[in-house]
């Protein structure tokens, strides 16, 4: 089955030229012109990835990125006429996986589509090595199953949620800054700031109350192994 892309612009020109490349590379397209109606295809059906324009009438491109970050991990690929570092920087930490300024290359953009559906592809589920459960007083990772359960509740969580966990749970007690989590879940070639981690154990935090995550100051994060 052909990989599916959102795409989320609301210039007609735009929209049909990155339609018509993505379709001739055999992609399946999704192509809207709001965010509203991005939100009704993401309910029905989520793509595998997606291009999306910032500047929308109605919801922005922001707002819509900030919105699927609370489910999904699904690369979002952001297009922009704004070339200023700040929105850059803001699209990533909302958790945007690229950032490409019109006007641009439409090569250049199916290129990028590949890589990030490629980093995908590579982090989806594999056979687990190892301890099959890790534990942290009263929360339980299952490698195997792929699930998180609190006070005896499964938590839904992202790919990326459900790595950092995994990170933190197998070595308990143990300080990691923000940089080495970055890389480690992330990858090394992410382009944005160490902020993205402390938005994802904000959302794990908001998720799971009383979670035995401690912030490091000036440092990172450790999840106490629950015996103090």
């Not at 699930?147 to 995994?166: A, C, D, N, Q, S």
């Amino acid at each position: 089955m052909n990989d599916t892309i959102g795409l989320v612009e609301d210039d007609p020109n735009i929209r049909e030229i990155v339609e018509a490349y993505l379709t001739k590379e055999g992609y399946e397209v999704k192509a809207v012109d709001t965010a509203e109606k991005a939100w009704d295809v993401f309910e029905t059906g989520a793509p595998d990835l997606w291009v999306l324009d910032i500047m929308l009438p109605g919801m922005d491109g922001y707002e819509f990125c900030k919105r699927i970050r609370q489910t999904s991990e699904v690369p979002i690929l952001i297009i922009s006429a704004k070339d200023e570092e700040v929105d850059k920087i803001l699209g990533l930490e909302l958790g945007g996986d690229d950032y490409l300024t019109k006007p641009f290359s439409p090569r250049e953009l199916v290129a990028r589509v590949k890589r990030h559906l490629k980093k995908w592809e590579a982090m989806k589920p594999l056979p687990e090595q190892g301890e099959e459960k890790i534990t942290a007083g009263d929360f339980v990772l299952n490698q195997q199953e792929r699930r998180v359960y609190f006070k005896g509740e499964e938590i839904e969580v992202t790919t990326k949620e459900f790595e950092i966990l995994k990170i933190l749970g197998a070595q308990e007690n143990r300080a990691f800054s923000r940089e080495e989590l970055l890389v480690k879940v992330w990858g090394d070639d992410y382009f944005g700031s160490d902020r993205a981690v402390d938005d994802l154990i904000k959302r794990l935090r908001k998720k799971m109350k009383d979670l035995p995550i401690e912030t490091v100051w000036g440092h990172g994060y450790r999840l106490r192994d629950g015996s103090s």
